[in-house]
């Protein structure tokens, strides 16, 4: 087979995971941008209970999405469903305004073939259409946490769910997303118990995802990002921690802060479950979240 021949051949090591929810036509270009990919991939919808007719837009489209229908909103929890429906060992993640670069996909599996600690990939997002940097990018690039031999690229405790690649035994073994949270930060913690199981999670710049999202935010994402912080907190970090993040909640709220007790009228709802569904975090793991902390204010990831 020419060189040529084999780099136009399908790759077909990862699965392509998109959940969606009454965003037919965005979800429609992201599909049209993964059919054209020279590697091909297989792709999982999971259709979180739209009414636009997205299923069946989905099974009309050339590129042979497998589509699953839990029947409900199930939240990120839908791509833990994706996951485990899967063949491939690798899988990445697009939201139904995202896509992969050509080549990225098939670069990702090449360095978890090379790496067998290797969990979790975080790519460079490109924030369409003006082809800027997400800002996260930079955090994620300049992460103090020391580099590993055994890892590429740079040590990270974060990343964004629209472009990243896991291993999917990792994942799995893991617990995917955490039900409790549904929706919003749900990467942190996510991030935090493939790190605590000894697996990698870099940020490797070198693959590259792109982001279309909407030029307004959805409705009530600052709050469900506030809340599921504070949940985080309850079910991962210290006792100490999780009160100290209860506390500013509830100052803020005192003072006027509209958002905050939203937040906080949420979490509550939810900390009950999170006491029971505790997990610390090993010494080593809390050690590196205050590292990440302590650099650039806090905003490290």
């Known amino acids: 087979m020419s060189d040529r021949r084999r780099e136009d051949a399908p790759d077909r ?46 099974r009309a489209h050339p590129c042979g999405a497998r589509l699953l229908l839990p029947g409900r909103n199930t939240g990120a929890v839908g791509r833990n469903l994706a996951v485990r429906q899967a063949s491939t060992p690798y899988v990445a993640f697009s939201d139904d305004d995202s896509w992969w670069e050509p080549g990225s996909l098939k670069a990702a599996a090449a360095l978890f073939d090379t790496y067998p600690r290797l969990g979790l990939l975080s790519a460079r997002t490109v924030v369409e259409p003006d082809g800027t940097d997400d800002p996260l990018d930079t955090l994620l690039a300049n992460s103090p946490l020391p580099p590993r031999t055994d890892l590429p690229g740079t040590p990270v405790l974060g990343f964004l769910g629209c472009a990243a690649v896991v291993r999917r035994s990792a994942f799995l073994a893991a617990g995917g997303y955490h039900p409790l949270l549904f929706f919003g930060a749900e990467e942190t913690l996510l991030a935090y118990d493939l790190t605590a199981a000894g697996w990698g999670v870099v940020h490797e710049p070198s693959l590259v995802a792109h982001h279309g999202p909407d030029a307004v935010p959805r409705p009530g994402r600052a709050v469900a990002l506030r809340r599921n912080s504070l949940l985080t907190a309850w079910l991962r970090r210290p006792l100490r921690v999780a009160l100290a993040e209860t506390g500013r909640l509830l100052e803020e709220w005192a003072h006027g802060g509209t958002d905050a007790g939203r937040a906080l009228r949420e979490a509550l709802a939810r900390i009950p479950a999170a006491v029971r569904l505790r997990r610390p975090l090993p010494a080593w793991v809390e050690d590196q979240i205050l590292l990440l902390e302590s650099d650039a204010g806090g905003r490290g990831r």
């Not at 929810?21 to 429609?28: I, K, Q």
């Not at 941008?33 to 997205?54: F, M």
């Open 13 to 58: 090591r990862t699965t392509v995971a998109i959940i969606t929810r009454d965003r037919r036509e965005s979800l429609l270009r992201t599909l049209d941008h993964l059919a054209a990919l020279p590697e091909r991939p297989p792709v999982i919808v999971v259709d979180n209970g739209s009414g636009d007719g997205t299923p069946d837009a989905v």
